[in-house]
């Protein structure tokens, strides 16, 4: 058995989710902390981390195998969010990570389960493609040190002090999360414990996911929660001219017409590709390894209808359709934020909560709660966007030179997605900028 530091610190705030996640990563990885280096845990928090350093992913990790699974789950988690006609908003890639961090301590059934939803290989190729993506994803804000492109991730499993939690699933939170394991009282004080949580979460997305966990998912049963945090802050390669904004209509998909600021860019040199149902645009952000793709529906034709139409290939193969254009671009602002009790989407998708067990993570666990928030902003400037998402466990009982024109002034998806690996970090659709 490997051996487990504990660690406690000594500032009495609640501490930020980056601060227990970098003290768990000294102790278990060696990093040097970056720019996280001032900050500590509170003195009543113990973080426990295997062990072991973090692994290097081998070149043959499934990585596009695990990218098409998420994207997979993103589109279809994404249409049954719009049944209710409204904007929507969720991070496949954020889902995904906490799901792919829980299966490691699942039993058969319920690791099948998950693997259904989110289409994961077997286990350790599971992990080792995690490992690669989130390290490819860990590069994606320094191409360009002069953009201010700001990408980061967090993972964490926030268990119950003295709870014993099964060593080999430290190893693997470590080895391919380089997460630890900050610890609360879930038994005594669960909803202190919830808003600890909620206060690292607040802190790891600059406060733009204030209550990922709403009153209720915690209580005295729970023994432990994963933590995935993701914020995003990129401007955009070939920023708008905010004197080019101005009020025009957008369609709703009931027939009526609203008013919103629209921005435009009429020679805007970008990948673009017209198909006879729809006109795909990607925008790329500072430093070129993160985009936005826009699938826009041709007029008359309802987008749902346009996502049925993509087939297994998705988003990639509407990204690899693309080719060097200059697009004429009309497209609104818009700020959407959702706060989503995942059971009744996942449910849909075939995993049933509460239920499932997790004897690699402790006995008598099974998955009682899972929670989502995604937010996002789009201007003339760029990008903001955050999301994070916490489990429960509980005790049981076209061509170059070809203008392209895009108007966006009816509801479209959009994809916020890693160049290099096709991964969705953010999927979502505007049906109602105004909204």
């Not at 009931?254 to 921005?263: N, R």
Request: hydrophobic share 45%.
């Amino acid at each position: 058995m490997r051996s487990v530091h504990r660690a406690t610190t000594a500032r009495p705030a609640a501490a930020t989710l980056a601060a227990l996640l970098l003290a768990a990563t000294l102790a278990a990885c060696g990093d040097d902390g970056g720019d996280e280096g001032d900050r500590a845990a509170p003195a009543d928090v113990v973080v426990l981390a295997a062990d072991v350093e973090r692994v290097e992913p081998g070149p043959d990790a499934p990585v596009a195998e695990v990218v098409a699974g998420i994207e997979a789950f993103g589109l279809r988690a994404e249409r049954i969010l719009a049944q209710d006609g409204g904007n929507t908003v969720l991070s496949p890639l954020s889902v995904a990570t906490a799901f792919a961090m829980v299966s490691a301590g699942a039993d058969e059934p319920t690791e099948a389960q998950i693997a259904g939803v989110f289409g994961f290989p077997e286990q350790d190729r599971l992990h080792e493609a995690m490992n690669a993506l989130t390290a490819a994803l860990d590069e994606a804000d320094g191409g360009d040190p002069e953009a201010e492109v700001v990408l980061d991730r967090a993972d964490a499993l926030w268990a119950q002090a003295g709870f014993d939690v099964e060593p080999d699933y430290l190893d693997t939170l470590a080895e391919h999360y380089g997460a630890g394991v900050p610890t609360t009282d879930f038994e005594h004080d669960p909803d202190g414990a919830r808003r600890a949580i909620n206060a690292a979460v607040a802190e790891a997305t600059r406060d733009r996911i204030e209550e990922l966990m709403p009153e209720g998912t915690v209580t005295e049963d729970t023994r432990a929660v994963v933590v995935d945090a993701l914020y995003l802050k990129a401007p955009w390669a070939h920023p708008f001219s905010s004197d080019a904004t101005a009020p025009a209509p957008f369609h709703r998909a009931d027939g009526t017409t609203v008013e919103v600021p629209m921005m435009r860019d009429p020679a805007l040199s970008a990948r673009a590709a017209t198909a006879p149902d729809h006109t795909a645009v990607e925008l790329p952000y500072a430093g070129g390894q993160l985009a936005m793709l826009l699938v826009v529906p041709a007029e008359g034709v309802p987008l749902d209808q346009v996502l049925d139409g993509l087939g297994e290939g998705g988003l990639g193969a509407v990204a690899a359709g693309l080719a060097p254009a200059t697009v004429d671009l009309t497209m609104p602002t818009w700020e959407t934020g959702r706060a989503l009790d995942l059971a009744p989407v996942l449910g849909q998708l075939g995993l049933v909560l509460p239920g499932g067990r997790l004897p690699g993570i402790a006995p008598d666990l099974e998955i009682a709660t899972a929670v989502h928030g995604a937010d996002i902003t789009v201007d003339e400037e760029g990008t903001e966007a955050a999301a994070a998402t916490a489990v429960g466990m509980d005790l049981t009982a076209a061509p170059a030179g070809e203008v392209v024109t895009v108007v966006a002034d009816r509801p479209f998806l959009y994809a916020v997605r890693h160049v290099g690996t096709g991964v969705p970090l953010f999927v979502g659709r505007v049906s109602d900028p105004s909204a």
